[in-house]
């Protein structure tokens, strides 16, 4: 499941985006050395690799000297001024530089310090894979408290990753079609739901092909994080600082493993396990598990908060409301549209983040007093919102494109349905809709790749890792793989918290050593935890 929202299928891997002073940098400057060097893998890539590797070179030195031409944001973007947009031109195949050639959306705003302050771009990626990462430079607009004293000394920059948005954007389906309800229920009751469902991934997979045949096999992570060392030469940046949440610490890890020379700065939040056993069916079903767990916390709290919800005093009593209504839905589609698919991609929200613990239990406990409406209203698509649609059959596109071909994925449905079979005896809550949602995998149309081998390059610096014990969309022990994989690396844990995006909540214990980073570059001499953040409040 992608690290954001099933239905939204944007967001970590997820869920899950001034006057520009004259001190940025024009862009003018050369490239360094692309620092990506053949992967020690075992697997006989070598040959590729270096060609991958040399492309990126030509491709940041091309930018370096092209830099970009901002210009005020597209009014259909939605960014207020002072926000500035512009492009960055980079190959489709880092393997055949002067081929194919995409442009990748980007934004920014400057520092909103002096000129003495500014220490560069802060380039940001938000998770999905499928994700904007364009809201970014609005937490300056917005200003945020949290970012505050980054924002003092960086410019923050976004940008849409290959295949998202405004970056040559892939579909795999009509938006439209794509987001009608109600689905199928996710839990199949026979062999033939089975069929079924296996059939609908199928022709999703089909459909990528058929509507963006060209760009799915360099819809990767490595691919990606070219595209990011490309960018950080178009700002005429000679290192790049780097914030990464939810599958945006993927991106950074490879990065970091790719281009270790070229690292300055980089948070990495609510971290996807590295691990090549992990990417991307193993990590899937972790997610399951852990979503059960963060699942129970959310009925733990809104049964604290009987009086405010009235939803049931015990964790059982809140799951027989919610076994209750999926019975309901299953029976017969609320207002003819919400159904257990649509039940679940509205409260996967509260195990997901902390911030949607109130109003998923509001809304829930509406229904349970007799307004079903409320629930149709926060559940069912909304197909008169043709561009939401779209970005949202995009986001899933750009979703399943990267993570089926960035890796090997099980070709026998034996393995789906024994593994998902067995996890959903005692985790039922996400199990078969996550399954269904990668099913494509299993009979994607091109080439899987091989994962990188996340490592420790030299001139890597200390990265700083930031991970809640309970996060249900990465699970802690992916932040704990990337720590042991990355020497020098710290972890800052948030002990008995869940949400998922630490660095953007209002921990202090997080918050100011996020700052003092990004600012200084010093990290605690050892690993920190951190007690959680408030506990949202009815």
């Known amino acids: 499941m992608s690290t954001s929202s099933i239905r939204r ?93 995409i442009k990748l959306a980007v934004d920014r705003i400057g ?20 994700a904007s990462g364009l809201r970014f430079p609005a937490r300056v607009t917005n200003k945020s408290a949290v970012w505050a004293k980054t924002a003092q000394a960086y410019d923050f920059v976004g940008f849409d990753p290959r295949g998202v948005g405004h970056s040559a954007p892939i579909s795999c389906a009509d938006p439209q079609e794509f987001v009608k309800a109600p689905k199928a229920d996710p839990v199949p009751g026979s062999e033939a739901d089975k069929r079924a469902q296996r059939a609908l991934a199928r022709e999703y997979a089909e459909g990528c092909l058929e509507r963006s045949g060209e760009m799915l096999p360099h819809m990767t992570t490595p691919n990606t994080a070219r595209d990011l060392d490309v960018i950080r030469a178009a700002l005429g940046e000679k290192k790049l600082n780097y914030l990464g949440v939810s599958y945006g610490t993927y991106l950074g890890a490879v990065y970091g493993t790719l281009f270790p020379g070229h690292v300055r700065r980089m948070v990495v939040d609510s971290v996807v396990n590295p691990s ?40 059982a009593e809140v799951q027989d409301q919610w076994l209750k209504l999926r019975a309901t839905a299953a029976k017969e589609p609320l207002g003819g549209v919400v159904g257990p698919a649509e039940l679940i991609s509205f409260f996967q929200s509260a195990p997901y983040y902390d911030s949607a613990w109130a109003s998923t239990a509001e ?123 990355f020497e020098g690396s710290r972890l800052i844990t948030e002990r008995d918290a869940g949400s998922h995006g630490v660095t953007g909540l209002v921990n202090p214990c997080v918050n100011d050593r996020v700052d003092t980073y990004l600012l200084t570059g010093k990290v605690d001499a050892r690993d920190v935890t951190c007690a959680p953040h408030a506990t949202p409040k009815p």
């Open 363 to 485: 809304i829930f406990s509406k229904y349970v007093a007799g307004d079903t409406q409320a629930l149709v209203d926060a559940a069912a698509p909304d197909l008169s919102d043709t561009a939401g649609n779209a970005s949202a059959e995009n986001g899933n596109a750009v979703y399943t494109a990267v993570e089926c071909t960035d890796a090997k994925w099980p070709t026998d449905w034996k393995t789906w349905d024994r593994d998902n079979t067995r996890l959903h005896r005692d985790h039922p809550f996400m199990t078969w809709a996550n399954a269904w949602m990668n099913l494509p995998c299993a009979t994607w149309p091109v080439k899987q790749q091989t994962p990188l081998n996340v490592k420790t390059g030299r001139g890597l610096p200390p990265v700083l890792i930031v991970q809640s014990e309970r996060d249900a969309a990465t699970p802690y022990e992916g932040a704990v793989e990337l720590h042991r994989r």
């Open 276 to 315: 090549r056993d992990k990417i991307w069916y193993q990590a899937n079903l972790d997610q399951d598990v852990a979503f059960e767990g963060r699942w129970k916390d959310w009925q733990d709290w809104v049964a604290a908060n009987d009086a405010a919800y009235h939803l049931g005093d015990t964790r």
């Open 9 to 101: 299928r944007t967001t970590a891997f997820g869920t899950a985006g001034a006057l520009v002073t004259a001190t940025l940098i024009a862009g003018a400057v050369s490239a360094p050395a692309a620092s990506a060097t053949t992967p020690a893998d075992g697997h006989g890539h070598a040959r590729g690799w270096d060609r991958e590797a040399r492309g990126a070179a030509v491709a940041a030195a091309r930018a370096a000297r092209a830099g970009i031409d901002w210009a005020d944001c597209a009014a259909d973007w939605n960014l207020p001024k002072p926000i500035q947009c512009g492009y960055v031109t980079v190959p489709l195949d880092y393997a055949e530089p002067y081929g194919k050639q």
């Open 111 to 130: 520092n909103t310090g002096s000129a003495g302050e500014r220490q560069g771009a802060l380039v940001y990626n938000p998770g999905g894979p499928g």
